[in-house]
């Protein structure tokens, strides 16, 4: 019998989660699953959000093309082999299997030799079990193999395409948040380290509306950004307005929002617990293929809204008397106010439309992958690097800036930034700009003296 | 509800290893931000990286302890240099940006799966505080009463403490010189003290370099005082809680940072336990349906974060700060 | 470099009352200096040269360039091209610090007293050389420590020269107006500069302070300094400058002994033909309103960040 290697390659996709890996998660996402040693599914399609997908190739000893093992059953369990079993399926005719996790953790992938075609074996000591470590999900592809021969992984180009989307996709979220922080920086100095905060709001809000009342996600969102400019709107009423009229310094009022954001966090997590939820709509999806691009439901609509909402913004502030009444504002307080403008309202104004814009920031992330108490918090940093990427206070530069970050946490991969730390290329691409050009891409040089 | 508990966790806290950490720390902090005005908000980056400067000489290369902790030091230094160049010569807020990006940076890269061979995952190093155990000249733990410490806790109260009281000397002198003054002046504004012939970017590269040392002697002193080098220990949460000791005792001063680490874990502890007791037993103080033992934890999170604002809003000198001569309120 | 004064003076006579004219003994020579933000050139002097041991007055409307030329020539700011030189020597790209260390230093318009520091701080901080200032002996006083006490002297004589020994111990933030610009002006002598250059001494002091302010000013240039002024206040100008550049518009427009600058028809044109011997009611609206408007893109630019 010629000795055939069979390999798997499991590509772990998931969620888009940043910097810090969320802790035990509660609830899991719906499982498909196909019975055991039932017949080969025509397809298993990939779950969106958290998934861990295998795919089973016959390597036929290196030569030739390797094809696909279909029949083969691989279950997924929890933390070790005597874990609980997350779930079970059958390979298809493409060879794969596409299992919904729970989220970060360690996992096990078991494969049931039995079920092996006939004149297939493993290579190697032949083993049936491997290990993997799921960490900060989209896309983050990890190769295990049973036996010794590596196995091509997805080709570059796929690779790009998928990167370049789920780039754009974080890219655009980053971008709403990044332009309420921009406008509430660039009226008032405040850099805000509660703005994370703010987008968990969102989230969270929407996750009440949704849940908790019963309202299809689409009204919860619209409600929760309300809610957003409506949180906004007295927060600077209750907290910022009143320490500007007490002429509380910059450094301290940065300070005072670390104090915020501890308190809000806690807050959150208090009412809402550690666990990661989700919405109860639009949970998995499976994608549909628009020329070289897969793309699910929510991901267009997601995309829609966000693009739609910052070009409606950002040409509302070049053109209305309000968005001329903010960038006077940012540009000169003093000589607003004295020119008769009612700075206060303007920077109320700013407050609503900033959190709004975060607000829905935070509603689509939610619909985009889950609910966590701390899930502004783990983007706030991407944030504040889209801002200073794009200029410090600038409109434009926030959205160029976001979208280059985005870009570049999920395309990192593909050009070698290890995948467990994607956001890490595009803070050293950051560090790395400032450097060439410490105002921004879009920042004026400043005057000095 | 105990007292005696509260009260023994809140001093064994207040005097125990981890305020000697947030002191050290926050010394660190106090040179950069109290003295010299630099937004330094990754204090936990220069503390992992002397940490796993530490840590992987001895446990992956192999080599001798003493040479791990001049290792440890040196990247601390190295560090703050290449901050430094970049960003000193920007506005505050480019450092900041940039600290709070290399310090997450490099924790993600020391936690990072593909490392694990050097740096250990996201379990980290052990088996590098050999050397530091062995000098442990006690044989035994403490029971005081109102603190208690055991035998391992005992000699990283020694050895902490003394290097707090160290630090605290140094900075004592170093700022009553005119070198203090240099630094205090940039605070208010670089401008004049360069217009009086000050060459104020290697003030500030000092001051930064100065102050990364004490973080880093602050991450050596955390990683051997617990035996384990475990990356998210080093999360930018750790940086702001430093600057809230800091804070609490008053930028600026030279025992600031440590009296205020000091009422940092007294408060944590103390509130922790109080809640933590509230809430326990069978018919807890507090009803589950308000607050259940998980919340409970939340507590002192929630008063900390509160604290920081109002702290900030009223009293931004600290406790014991005058209000005069403070950083904080200008710009 | 002490310069008889009347020899200086006389020197003057005899300079020719065209802009950028040559001096006989040049402290300062630059020329071709530029320097644009946005569109706006504010500052575009072909040539300029500051005589030796006389007080100098740098005139000229709001948005003249007068300050951001005083930043360029002190390495406050950078041109976008140009060169000049004091003492002969290349300033171009050399960094403020040691421009002051050269000996010019600078004062500011808006005056920059540390005022977390007390007064006696604020002037110790001035001295030049200080070992305390280094490092690696900061930390041992015994090093530093006589140093210190030879600056202290000499700071407490120039406090009591400037009438402020009364207020050393005071926090210099609770100076007034007045007195800070009297301990900014006392801090740049603590570096004991060859030339002084004051933004607008005069903005924002009381008029009692105003003539003992005057007399200090001349003071310096009578103990052997070069002074260049910016100022606003013409008979300040009138009053104790040996010689007067006008600027408008970026440019040096005209200059020549105070006397006949104001009588020249160019100056009268450019600056003063709106405002000199003239009603307030009487003036030009038009030219008023340009002027606040140059004004305002200053100030928009300078807070663009």
Redesign the interface.
């Known amino acids: 019998m010629r000795l055939r290697l069979a390999a798997l390659l499991a590509a772990v996709a998931g969620v888009l989660m940043l910097l810090a890996p969320s802790p035990a998660l509660a609830q899991a996402t719906p499982t498909p699953t196909a019975p055991a040693g039932s017949a080969p599914a025509a397809d298993n399609p990939i779950v969106p959000g958290a998934n861990i997908t295998v795919t089973l190739l016959d390597l036929k000893g290196g030569e030739g093309k390797p094809s696909p093992v279909p029949g083969v059953s691989l279950t997924v369990l929890k933390d070790s082999r005597s874990g609980a079993e997350v779930g079970t399926q059958t390979t298809d005719s493409k060879g794969r299997v596409s299992i919904g996790i729970e989220g970060n953790g360690t996992y096990v992938v078991e494969l049931d030799p039995k079920t092996l075609p006939e004149g297939v074996e493993l290579s190697g000591s032949g083993e049936t079990v491997k290990t993997v470590q799921v960490k900060l999900a989209s896309s983050n592809f990890v190769q295990f193999q049973i036996g010794a021969v590596v196995v091509e992984e997805a080709s570059l180009g796929s690779k790009i395409v998928d990167g370049t989307r789920s780039g754009i996709i974080a890219g655009l979220l980053i971008a709403l948040a990044a332009l309420g922080l921009s406008l509430i920086f660039g009226t008032t100095g405040l850099t805000n380290f509660a703005h994370g905060e703010l987008i968990t709001f969102g989230a969270i809000a929407t996750y009440v509306f949704n849940r908790g009342f019963g309202l299809p996600v689409v009204v919860a969102g619209v409600l929760a950004v309300l809610a957003s400019a409506a949180f906004g709107f007295l927060q600077d009423r209750g907290l910022w307005r009143p320490l500007r009229n007490r002429g509380t310094g910059l450094i301290a009022m940065m300070i005072v929002s670390i104090g915020l954001a501890l308190f809000m966090r806690s807050i959150y997590q208090y009412g809402f617990g550690g666990s990661t939820r989700t919405l109860s709509q639009y949970v998995v999806q499976g994608r549909d293929s628009y020329g070289p691009i897969d793309l699910s439901h929510k991901e267009i609509a997601i995309v829609l809204v966000s693009v739609v909402t910052l070009l409606v913004t950002c040409i509302a502030l070049m053109r209305t008397r309000l968005g001329k009444a903010m960038r006077a504002v940012s540009d000169n307080p003093a000589l607003s106010a004295s020119s008769g403008m009612r700075v206060d309202g303007v920077i109320s104004a700013v407050w609503v439309l900033g959190t709004a814009l975060t607000g829905l920031a935070g509603v689509l992330l939610a619909v985009q992958q889950q609910v966590n108490f701390q899930m502004g918090f783990n983007l706030l940093l991407l944030v504040f690097a889209g801002v200073t990427l794009g200029g410090l206070g600038t409109i434009w530069g926030a959205l160029i800036g976001s979208l280059i970050i985005g870009l570049m946490v999920e395309l990192g991969p593909v050009f070698g930034v290890p995948a467990s730390i994607k956001e890490v290329g595009a803070l050293v691409v950051l560090i790395l700009i400032l450097l060439v050009r410490p105002q921004g891409i879009l920042g004026k040089a400043q005057r000095i003296g | 509800m105990d007292f005696g508990t509260i009260i023994d966790a809140a001093f064994s806290a207040a005097l125990g290893p981890q305020a000697i950490v947030f002191a050290l720390a926050a010394i660190g902090l106090n040179v950069h931000f109290g003295y010299t005005g630099l937004l330094n908000f990754g204090q936990a980056g220069f503390m992992s990286i002397a940490a796993f400067g530490l840590a992987v000489t001895v446990v992956t290369w192999d080599m001798p302890f003493w040479l791990g902790i001049v290792v440890g030091m040196i990247a601390a230094v190295v560090l703050a240099l290449v901050l430094g160049i970049p960003t000193l010569r920007l506005r505050a807020d480019y450092l900041a940006i940039v600290t709070i990006a290399t310090s997450e940076i490099l924790r993600l890269i020391f936690g990072a799966v593909e490392f694990k061979d050097t740096f250990g995952g996201s379990n980290g190093l052990n088996g590098f505080a050999g050397t530091y155990q062995r000098l442990n000249p006690y044989g035994d733990g403490v029971d005081l009463g109102i603190v208690s410490f055991s035998r391992n806790d005992l000699w990283s109260i020694t050895v902490g403490w003394t290097l707090v009281a160290i630090s605290s000397l140094l900075v004592f002198a170093l700022m009553r010189s005119p070198w203090g003054r240099v630094l205090k002046s940039i605070r208010e504004d670089e401008d004049a003290v360069r217009s009086l012939g000050k060459n104020v970017f290697a003030y500030k590269m000092q001051a930064l370099v100065l102050g990364g040392v004490f973080g880093g002697i602050a991450g050596i002193f955390h990683i051997l005082k617990q035996g384990s080098a475990v990356p998210t220990d080093f999360n930018t949460t750790f940086t702001f809680y430093a600057y809230a000791a800091l804070l609490i005792g008053g930028a600026a001063r030279v025992l600031g940072p440590v009296v205020g680490s000091m009422i940092f874990w007294f408060l944590i502890a103390g509130i922790g336990s109080f809640f933590s007791q509230a809430t326990s037993g069978a018919d807890p103080l507090l009803p589950e349906w308000l607050m259940t033992n998980t919340q409970a934890s939340l507590i002192r999170f929630i008063l900390l974060g509160l604290g920081l604002m109002l702290l900030m809003i009223f009293r931004p000198q600290g406790i014991f700060g005058d209000r005069r001569e403070i950083a904080i309120d200008g710009r | 470099m002490a310069v008889e004064l009347s020899e200086a003076r006389a020197a003057l006579a005899n300079v020719s009352n065209e802009p950028g004219a040559a001096k006989p003994d040049p402290i300062v020579k630059g020329s071709n200096i530029t320097r644009t933000?946005g569109g706006l050139k504010a500052v575009d002097v072909e040539h300029i040269e500051i005589q030796r041991g006389v007080i100098t007055a740098l005139i000229g409307p709001n948005g003249a360039g007068k300050?951001?030329l005083?930043?360029l020539l002190?390495g406050?700011?950078e041109p976008d091209e140009g060169d000049w030189a004091f003492n002969g020597k290349s300033l171009a790209k050399v960094?403020?610090?040691?421009v002051?260390?050269r000996g010019m230093?600078?004062?500011?318009q808006l005056t920059?007293?540390?005022?977390?520091?007390t007064v006696i701080?604020n002037m110790?901080?001035?001295a030049?050389g200080?070992r305390?200032?280094?490092?690696f002996s900061?930390?041992?006083?015994s090093l530093?420590s006589s140093q210190?006490d030879a600056n202290t002297v000499r700071a407490d004589d120039l406090l009591a020269r400037f009438k402020l020994d009364a207020k050393r111990e005071d926090?210099a933030?609770s100076l007034s107006g007045g007195q800070r610009k009297l301990l900014e002006m006392a801090?740049?002598l603590?570096?004991d500069p060859e030339l002084i250059m004051l933004d607008e001494p005069m903005a924002g002091v009381n008029p009692a302070l105003k003539q003992s302010l005057l007399g200090h000013v001349k003071s310096l240039r009578d103990e052997g300094r070069t002074v260049l002024f910016v100022e606003h206040d013409m008979d300040m100008v009138r009053d104790i400058s040996d010689w007067v550049i006008v600027m408008a518009q970026g440019q040096i427009v005209a200059e020549g002994t105070p006397q006949s600058v104001m009588a020249d028809q160019r100056v009268i044109d450019a600056y003063l033909g709106a405002h000199h011997d003239t009603d307030i009611t009487e003036i030009d609206v038009a030219d008023l309103e340009a002027e606040a408007d140059a004004e305002?893109d200053a100030?928009?630019?300078?807070?663009?960040?």
């Not at chain 3, 960094?95 to 040691?98: C, G, L, N």
């Not at chain 3, 920059?112 to 520091?117: D, F, P, Q, R, Y």
């Not at chain 3, 900061?138 to 006083?141: E, L, N, P």
């Open positions: 933000f300050t951001t005083f930043n002190t406050f700011d960094p403020a610090y040691k002051a260390r230093v600078r004062t500011f920059k007293v540390l005022s977390k520091l701080e110790r901080l001035g030049t200080q305390g200032e280094k490092f900061a930390a041992f006083k530093w210190e926090f933030g801090r740049a603590m570096v305002l100030e928009a630019e300078e807070n663009k960040s």
